[in-house]
């Protein structure tokens, strides 16, 4: 579960869809002249794979320590990541929302 962040950005897969088009457009875009629609989809479909298979994220760190991972080593390999500091609120916070559910279902059984 995704919540959104405190600082309000629109919702919270508006907040993950600007991080991530933040970074597409300082990593691709601004660096690239395409010639064509048919090559500025090749080159950005060439980002896509970058970014899931090969660029390390800094939010993936490994549980046993090293290098970060990508997204393709936790999501597809299974790799297993430490929380990072900044995201024990999100923890926190699905805890308590799981809570509230379960006892919002207990209520509506009675």
Known sequence: MIF??????GGPHRCIAL???KTLKNEE????LYENPAHCRESLEKYRITYNTIRPHWALKPENDGDHLTPED????GAVV???KWQHWAKAAKKKLDQMMEEDALGEAA
């Open 4 to 9: 959104e962040a405190s600082h309000g950005c």
């Open 19 to 21: 991080g991530f088009h």
């Open 29 to 32: 875009v601004y660096w690239q």
């Open 74 to 77: 936790v999501y597809v390999k």
């Open 82 to 84: 430490t929380i990072s």
